[in-house]
T-cell receptor, first 112, second 114 residues
Framework: SQKIEQNSEALNIQEGKTATLTCNYTNYSPAYLQWYRQDPGRGPVFLLLIRENEKEKRKERLKVTFDTTLKQSLFHITASQPADSATYLCALDSDSNYQLIWGAGTKLIIKP | ETGVTQTPRHLVMGMTNKKSLKCEQHLGHNAMYWYKQSAKKPLELMFVYNFKEQTENNSVPSRFSPECPNSSHLFLHLHTLQPEDSALYLC?????????????FGPGTRLTVT
């Protein structure tokens, strides 16, 4: 079955720097990969979706890459701000048509 | 707000109680989901409904019973739960099923089983 690995340790970044989060997966290659943000006590919020034939996707200060050879996606936040502090989840489609498979998330802390 | 509401936000229940969680989406979506989220663990998909029909049941114990009366409403009926069922229960919706649709989540119900 598909397995997703995200850094379980919190990532501490100085304000203004670029934060980079990693999502690695095993087994089959997904056609789609999604990134979400989750704040404490709230549900995840969708950020970006990238397709297998797209190398990179951008939205404002966010950038996602998708390397199907390495079986890895990188999520970048440039010019990071304390308000970007949250847990970031990656999810990818499974071989079932109905499910997303989720990573456990990486907690990002942006220090002023 | 995401357009997905959940009630109650917090629930404490004993192992012999019966309670229900409610979810409503105002987005016109066709698919709705129940997830369980425990600390430090990935989201666990419990049930999927597409056009009111249940399409996935991920080996969820029968003490959890879903109900989807229409495309906008989803319930999770709970009875004789165990302490290990304490978690954040999230409802989500999407325009359809499949990995190319983003999901919209409610705020969740924090459930504590005593």
């Amino acid at each position: 079955s598909q397995k997703i690995e995200q850094n379980s340790e919190a990532l501490n970044i100085q304000e203004g720097k670029t934060a980079t989060l990693t999502c690695n997966y095993t087994n089959y290659s997904p056609a789609y990969l999604q990134w979400y943000r989750q704040d404490p006590g709230r549900g995840p919020v969708f950020l970006l979706l990238i397709r297998e034939n797209e190398k990179e996707k951008r939205k404002e200060r966010l950038k996602v890459t998708f390397d199907t050879t390495l079986k890895q996606s990188l999520f970048h936040i440039t010019a990071s701000q304390p308000a970007d502090s949250a847990t970031y989840l990656c999810a990818l489609d499974s071989d079932s048509n109905y499910q997303l498979i989720w990573g456990a998330g990486t907690k990002l802390i942006i220090k002023p | 707000e995401t357009g997905v509401t959940q009630t109650p936000r917090h629930l404490v229940m004993g192992m012999t109680n019966k309670k229900s969680l409610k979810c409503e989406q105002h987005l016109g979506h066709n698919a709705m989901y129940w997830y369980k989220q425990s600390a430090k663990k990935p989201l666990e998909l419990m049930f999927v409904y597409n056009f009111k029909e249940q399409t996935e049941n991920n080996s969820v114990p029968s003490r959890f019973s879903p109900e989807c009366p229409n495309s906008s409403h989803l319930f999770l009926h709970l009875h004789t739960l165990q302490p290990e069922d304490s978690a954040l229960y999230l409802c989500a919706s999407s325009p359809g099923t499949g990995g190319h649709y983003e999901q919209y989540f409610g705020p969740g119900t924090r459930l504590t089983v005593t």
